[in-house]
């Protein structure tokens, strides 16, 4: 592995049909780095991702992968680099789970598609760090969200790629799960240097979990840095309009937002 590799984008506009979503948009993610992006519903953060990872033709601007526009780069080219997880995956009709992270390996075969030992030894350990190894030979139809999105997380993680996006990986997840996938994301960040850049909705793990936090609101990056530097309480009213107040985390000692809701009441000063 290596966290060298870099993706970016450049005057992004990005929109579906007529609707504009994000116009003129640069950001960069930062090698090595665990950028997590924020923002309310409909802010383009899933957008952004999508257009990042390929998935989304710019209506303006480019998006480069190691300083090459990524849609005049193979996809054969662009799957040995960067794996991506969308919000909304569809597995083909009754296949298998083993079958299904054995996909993530598509780009490291060979034209004659020849399954290796190095095959078999990624999918394995994909399949045992999200903990479906006890589902390998279960159809993908027949399994929980919770369950699927672990499979799907499998799938992108034995493609074992140097740049990862995810986009809501901890969706149908309970806490638990949701915190083993951020250990896990934490984990390849830090010891092979992948870089990643996931949406989430929680802001309290965002803060938690993230070097690099990027904030965005109606389709611009309002702010971006360290999630010490960017999450404060005048940041949270203005791109979420919640009234909120700022503590540290017990556990981490990392932002912590918590919401005083529309109705929230102060109690009166000592007399």
């Known amino acids: ?30 090698p090595g780095r665990f950028t997590v992006v924020v923002g309310p519903n409909a802010c383009g953060k899933s957008t952004l991702l999508r257009a990042m990872a390929r998935l989304l033709t710019p209506t303006a601007g480019t998006v480069l ?24 995956p569809v597995a083909p ?41 006890d589902l390998a030979g279960r159809s993908v139809d027949e399994l929980s969200g919770g369950q699927r999105q672990r499979v799907w997380i499998a799938m992108a993680l034995a493609q074992e790629t140097d740049v990862l996006l995810l986009d809501e ?23 092979r240097g992948v870089t990643l850049a996931v949406v989430l909705h929680d802001l309290n793990l965002a803060c938690r979990y993230a070097d690099h936090l990027i904030a965005m609101k109606a389709g611009r990056v309002v702010a971006e840095g360290a999630p010490s530097d960017v ?34 009441v102060t109690s009166p000063a000592p007399q």
Not at 67 to 88: C, F, M, N, W, Y
Not at 110 to 123: H, L, N, Q
């Open 1 to 30: 592995m290596t966290s060298q590799h870099t993706l970016q984008a450049r005057g992004l506009g990005l929109g579906y049909g007529e609707r504009e979503i994000i116009s003129g948009l640069d950001v960069e993610l930062p």
């Open 169 to 191: 990986p901890t969706t149908y997840l309970d806490i638990s799960h949701q915190l083993d996938v951020l250990d896990l994301l934490t984990d390849l960040n830090r010891k």
């Open 65 to 88: 992968l190691d300083g090459r526009d990524i849609h005049h780069t193979s996809t054969k080219e662009v799957a040995a680099r960067l794996g991506v997880l969308p919000q909304t």
């Open 231 to 264: 999450v404060t309480e005048s940041l949270v009213h203005d791109v979420f309009g919640l009234r909120n107040t700022v503590v540290p985390d017990p556990a981490s000692g990392t932002p912590m937002v918590v919401p005083l809701g529309r109705h929230h």
């Open 93 to 133: 009709d009754g296949i298998t789970v083993a079958d299904l992270v054995g996909r993530g390996r598509y780009p490291h075969q060979g034209w004659f598609r020849r399954w290796t030992a190095a095959d078999s030894e990624a999918v394995g350990a994909a399949m045992l760090a999200t903990d479906v190894l």
